[in-house]
């Protein structure tokens, strides 16, 4: 069982996607729950960046999170956003993983050959912690690349069977019209990520 299955009535209700200022976002923990709060979002889930060799201290970071969670009304997460290396691994520890509520995935740097990308995404999608397909499609977009319909029916069929989130990160504008239909078609759900980088971009919206 994935952990967003515990909280599906919020998918498009809280915010799950952000970054704090462990990595490249602007305010910490305690600074988005309660902008959280004041506006009324019912949960935020913390998708830190990280690679397998970490540059910050990741039990600080989960325990800023148990601390938020004692003290704010709302439903918080500990996550992380894990980049997808060619042929499918990801750069995460599994350590990392084992030790998160939310670990969720994208395609940041990658070879411009979608064969491999879809290959590599393949992979990915049977990795037991995944929990959402991050900016789903950015990667493409912003190379002018484009999946044949066949491998994207493959995909959002495996993220069906495989309980995979779609996010629909606004920030990005993704996923396409086209994707969101074809995936909806094929019985694959939905998520808010925003990829928040600082409290004035945490929105209450549906
Ligand atoms: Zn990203
Ligand atoms: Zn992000």
Redesign the pocket.
Known sequence: MKTWEKYSDFLLKGEWHVHTCYTDGKNNIDEYCQKAVDIGLPLIAFTEHVRKNLDYDFHSFLSDIEIAKEKYDLIILSGC?AKVLPYGELDVSTGVLKEIDYPIF?F?SFPKDTDLYFESLKKVLKNRYMNTW??PGAFLMKNGLELPEEQLVDIFHSMNKMDVLLEINNKYQVPSDIWKNLSSKLGVKFVKGS?VHNVEHLFFNI
């Open positions: 956003e994208a940041h991050a900016h990829d």
